[in-house]
C-alpha cells in the first residue's frame, strides 16, 4: 500500500497567497497528483468551487477566494473588473454579489455557474497593466470603468475620482493618462473638468461642490486647498487673510473624526485664523448664502473687493444687499 502523498509545501503556500484556493493545473504542476486531489475532494478537507477549482479548507469560500477562482478560471491575463475591481480597490465598501472577470479576447468567455460573470476584453480597452492579488484592472482604469456607466451621474463620477486621489492611491495626472489612452470615454469633458479641479486640490464632492457653488461664481478669492498646519490637513484656506474653511460631507461626525476636527478648530484657533465650517446641506441648498458669510469675514479681515452676483442671487436678491 502506497502511503498517502502529502501536499507539497509550495502548493499550501500559493492557497495562501490565493485565499485558499488553487486550480487542477497549479497542483499538478507542483506534483500534487491526481490521486492526492481525489483524496482531499473525498476526504472533505478540500472543497471544488467550480470545476478544477479547490477551496482547499473545509469553510465557506470568502469573497476574495471566490474572486480568485474567477480568475482561475478565466485562464492566462483574466483580471477582475468592474464593480468587484471598484471593491478590490477600496472604492467601493460592500462586495458586488456578481464578480465581473475579464478574460482576452482572443478567447472564449468560459460559461461556468457560480457568482462570476466572464466578459471579453477588446484589445486597447484598458491599459495592460494588471495588478494586485487578486489580479485586477488599475484603479484608473477602474474609476474610468464606472463613470463609463451609462447611470453614472455628474456628482457619482465626482465621488469617484476624489475618493481615487485620496489617500495618494492614484493622481489626476494618471487618471488623464488612462483616459487619453482609450478611444472613447463616456462623458469627456466633464471629465476633463473634474480631473482639473481635483488637481487642484480637491479632495470630496463636497469641497467640489463649494469650489463650483460658493467660491467661483461669487468671484471669491482662490483658496488654497489641502493646506498642512500643524501635521492636519485644511480643506480650503485664504492664506492672505488667515480665514480657515472647513467642509464635512457626512451627516455628522462621531468618534476619532470628531476629535480630528476639534484638534485641527483649536490649532487654527490657537495661531489666531478664524474658522468658517459648512456641511454638506449648507453648500448644496444654500451656496449663495454660504458665499456672503465667507465674503463678510474675508472683508473684514482685509479683503478689499466685493462678492460677485451669481445667477441664483439675481432671483433671490432680497437676500443680499451688496
Known amino acids: 500500500m502506497h502511503p498517502r502523498q502529502p501536499v507539497p509545501e509550495q502548493l499550501r503556500q500559493l492557497a495562501q497567497l490565493q485565499a485558499g484556493v488553487v486550480s487542477r493545473e497549479q497542483a499538478l504542476g507542483l506534483g500534487f497528483g491526481e490521486a492526492g486531489i481525489a483524496r482531499m475532494i473525498r476526504e472533505q478537507v478540500w472543497v471544488r468551487l467550480s470545476r478544477g477549482i479547490y477551496l482547499t479548507t473545509s469553510s465557506q469560500p470568502s469573497w476574495t477566494a471566490l474572486a480568485w477562482s474567477g480568475v482561475l478560471i478565466g485562464g492566462d491575463a483574466a483580471r477582475v473588473g468592474g464593480s468587484a475591481a471598484a471593491h478590490l480597490h477600496g472604492l467601493i465598501p460592500a462586495p458586488p454579489v456578481t464578480i465581473e472577470i475579464w478574460v482576452p479576447a482572443a478567447g472564449s468567455a468560459p460559461r461556468v455557474s457560480g ?8 484589445p486597447g480597452a484598458r491599459l495592460a497593466s494588471t495588478v494586485g492579488s487578486p489580479p485586477r484592472v488599475t484603479i484608473e482604469d477602474t474609476v474610468l470603468d464606472l463613470i463609463d456607466d451609462p447611470d453614472c451621474d455628474p456628482r457619482s463620477a465626482a465621488n469617484w475620482v ?12 494618471r487618471i488623464l493618462r488612462a483616459a487619453e489612452a482609450r478611444r472613447f470615454v463616456r462623458q469627456r469633458r466633464m471629465l476633463m473638468t473634474l480631473l482639473d479641479d481635483v ?6 464632492p463636497i469641497e467640489l461642490d463649494y469650489l463650483r457653488t460658493v467660491e467661483r461664481p461669487h468671484g471669491l478669492p482662490v483658496g488654497r486647498r489641502q493646506a498642512s498646519r500643524r501635521n492636519t490637513e485644511i480643506d480650503v484656506y485664504y492664506d492672505d487673510f488667515g480665514l480657515v474653511v472647513e467642509l464635512d460631507g457626512r451627516l455628522g461626525h462621531t468618534g476619532l473624526g470628531r476629535f480630528r476636527d476639534m484638534r485641527r478648530d483649536n490649532s487654527a484657533t490657537t495661531d489666531g485664523l478664524a474658522t468658517l465650517r459648512y456641511g454638506r ?5 444654500s451656496p449663495c448664502e454660504v458665499a456672503l458669510q465667507v465674503a463678510a469675514n474675508l472683508m473684514r479681515l482685509g479683503w478689499l473687493d466685493v462678492p460677485l452676483r451669481c445667477d441664483h442671487c439675481r432671483r433671490v436678491t432680497e437676500l443680499f444687499a451688496w
Open 115 to 122: 457568482p462570476w460573470s466572464f466578459r471579453r476584453e477588446r
Open 162 to 173: 476624489t475618493m481615487a486621489v485620496q489617500g495618494r492611491r492614484t493622481t489626476p495626472a
Open 199 to 204: 488637481g487642484a486640490g480637491v479632495r470630496s
Open 281 to 285: 446641506a449648507d453648500v448644496l441648498a
